[in-house]
């Protein structure tokens, strides 16, 4: 099966059509040994040493994820914060960052305490803006800037091909977090990015059944290298189970990322005019900020992830996710069912998100059926 000639869907469908060569399953064994044996003349000819980075359990995910995101290598990773601080951990102290106001809360601050505490210059910017981040890398000194589009849970959207422009001609490395657009709506490393990074526990798995992460880069080189080491020598790599639900779950990647990102484009168009929300947040909605720019860089759709304003404020945001019945009141995201959460009760002090803000992701179930549990639970919040 050629990559470069086959739809990605049939490609995640098949997980590249590869079978077992010792018994010719379709499904890959789970490998569990945790070391190999060394050839009698004391070398290790079969390229395996130790399980922790040398685990034939990646070998066919890792092989998935470069052809759907058309990188050079990828590395799976302990979980999605794993894999994102790897990235900044193949820094040097000193070293000027750029990252995103508006982006994963746990993320944004490990940057601002542990990063900056090591020594990482951490500068946060309107990613969403090339002007302002143009503004703020410092030729020689920005060594990487980071986005995430669209960014969790404003869902706002950063232009890939112009940060990467921007960021490269400063000298700097460019890293998108694509969790949310996933490779079926988007592939950052071929509008520019130089790594694109999926908190592979969300859409990837996509059955809120594993803890996991991934990289891909588009070329090898001295950085990722240190990556590469940074997962090895602080044991950052995930199981061989694991790795084998990830498989499993990247081969329906296509159609659930496909009947989500519907269902939530319906979804946002319904509440959009409803006199008990004050706001939809959603890029595909008409005179969207960044929809232009989203629908020029993600096909397919906008996603699966929207958040609604309630009327009210926070007190009615509560009462709507107290009431909701389909949708399940939970943290995470990118899973078969669908989530709601008051996210500024998880970040707390300094959120973007509104007090009156519910972050919504979309599952696979009937579309009817969550708009009319939705609109039940904000008739029943209201005093």
């Known amino acids: 099966m050629d990559p470069k000639t086959t739809h990605p869907q049939t490609l995640a469908a098949q997980a590249l059509g590869w079978t077992d060569p010792q018994t010719g399953a379709i499904t890959p064994p789970v490998h569990v040994s945790s070391t190999y044996l060394r050839d009698a003349d004391n070398q290790y000819r079969s390229g395996r040493v130790y399980a922790r980075d040398n685990n034939p359990a990646f070998d066919q995910a890792e092989a998935l994820l470069c052809a759907l995101e058309q990188g050079q290598q990828a590395l799976l990773f302990a ?28 993320l944004r601050n490990w940057l601002m305490t542990f990063a900056s505490h090591w020594g990482l210059q951490v500068e946060l910017v309107d990613m969403s803006d090339p002007d302002a981040v143009r503004a703020a890398v ?30 490269h001609q400063a000298g700097a490395l460019f890293a998108v977090d694509s969790t949310v657009a996933t490779p079926v709506l988007s592939q950052p490393l071929a509008l520019g990015a130089d ?25 090898d080189n001295p950085h990722w290298q240190r990556v590469r080491k940074v997962r090895a020598q602080i044991g950052a790599t995930l199981g061989s189970f694991e790795s084998w639900l990830l498989l499993r779950g990247m081969r329906t990647l296509h159609l ?5 990102t519907r269902s939530a484009q319906a979804i946002a168009e319904h509440f959009a005019g409803h006199p008990l929300v004050e706001r939809v ?26 958040s609604l304003c309630v009327r009210g404020g926070e007190a009615a945001a509560i009462g709507v996710a107290a009431h909701t019945g389909i949708w399940k009141r939970a943290t995470s995201l990118g899973g078969v069912e669908s989530l709601i959460e008051h996210r500024a009760s998880v970040e707390g002090p300094g959120t973007p998100a509104a007090p009156n803000l519910l972050r919504l992701s979309v599952g696979i179930e009937h579309v009817d059926d969550l708009i009319a549990d939705m609109a039940q639970a904000l008739a029943r919040s209201q005093p």
């Open 256 to 260: 659930r990322v496909a009947a989500a």
């Open 138 to 167: 410092r030729p020689g000194k920005t060594k990487l800037v980071w986005a995430e589009t669209p960014a969790n849970p404003l869902w706002t959207i950063t232009d890939i091909a112009a940060t990467a422009a921007i960021a």
């Open 195 to 219: 790594i694109v990074m999926h908190a592979a526990t969300k859409y990837l798995g996509g059955h809120s059944d594993l803890i996991a992460g991934a990289l891909v880069t588009r070329q």
């Open 79 to 106: 979980s999605g914060m794993a894999a994102a601080t790897a990235v900044f951990l193949a820094l040097a102290p000193g070293d000027h960052v750029l990252a995103p106001k508006v982006m994963y809360w746990a």
């Open 281 to 306: 947040l959603y890029p595909g909605l008409p005179g969207a900020p960044g929809r232009a720019v989203a629908a020029a860089q993600m096909q397919g759709g906008f996603g699966a992830m929207l």
